[in-house]
């Protein structure tokens, strides 16, 4: 009973290794580790619950920023997919191109993406179907890319394109964006305006 006990756990720091110390309920039960044992482990302080159906190893080194991972699994799908992508002031933020630093976390999942409780207020949904090519890898979550991310906020209209050109600029600077995607953005209105800023500091 302890050999098994103990491979369970392996098996769960192996997961919660790969997400910064992080799990779900589902990938502990998948793991070995029976539903009913949950509030045992947390009330002996081995894990931390920090939503509903989320906890963290207690003992397990704090991330830089533990909540991008946090409602990075919040976002799983039924086949345990994070479906949700940082993007629009998060993704400026988490890329460095602004010290804009917004009091919500932006998310973009996809247009059918549903949850049966309430949506947490820390969050604030976009919706958009992204393609690959939208995305990249940051801090272990997903985050929009620069050129992405910089059209998503043109598109809402909340930031001032003051920032948005210093944006642009930085990106440019950094080698994120290039002439030659700069190029490829087709034209329509918004396309053009970002064309305009970016004209600007060519």
């Known amino acids: 009973m302890a050999r098994l006990y103990k491979q369970a756990a392996?098996?769960?720091?192996?997961?919660?290794?790969s997400q910064q110390g992080f799990f779900t309920t589902k990938q502990a039960i998948r793991g070995g580790l029976a539903e009913k044992t949950h509030a045992y482990h947390v009330k002996a302080g081995n894990?931390?619950?920090?939503?509903?159906?989320?906890?963290?190893?207690?003992?397990?080194?704090?991330?830089?920023?533990?909540?991008?991972?946090?409602?990075y699994l919040w976002s799983q799908n039924r086949r345990e997919i994070p479906e949700g992508t940082y993007s629009h002031e998060?993704?400026?933020?988490?890329?460095?191109?602004?010290?804009?630093?917004?009091?919500?976390?932006?998310?973009?999942?996809?247009?059918?993406?549903?949850?049966?409780s309430q949506i947490p207020e820390i969050l604030v949904l976009?919706?958009?179907?992204?393609?690959?090519?939208?995305?990249?890898?940051?801090?272990?979550?997903?985050?929009?890319?620069?050129?992405r991310t910089i059209l998503d906020l043109l598109e809402t209209g909340r930031v001032d394109k003051r920032h948005i050109g210093q944006a642009i600029e930085e990106a440019l600077r950094r080698g994120l964006i290039s002439k030659q995607q700069?190029?490829?953005?087709?034209?329509d209105k918004l396309q053009d305006s970002f064309r305009e800023l970016a004209g600007q500091r060519l």
């Open 10 to 17: 392996r098996r769960l720091y192996e997961t919660a290794q």
């Open 47 to 71: 894990w931390i619950r920090v939503h509903r159906g989320i906890y963290r190893l207690a003992d397990f080194p704090p991330a830089e920023r533990p909540d991008l991972m946090l409602w």
């Open 90 to 116: 998060t993704a400026l933020s988490l890329h460095e191109l602004s010290d804009i630093m917004p009091s919500k976390l932006h998310m973009t999942v996809p247009k059918k993406f549903r949850r049966n």
């Open 126 to 147: 976009h919706r958009a179907d992204l393609n690959e090519g939208d995305v990249q890898d940051a801090h272990g979550v997903k985050v929009t890319r620069p050129l």
């Open 182 to 187: 700069i190029d490829s953005v087709p034209h």
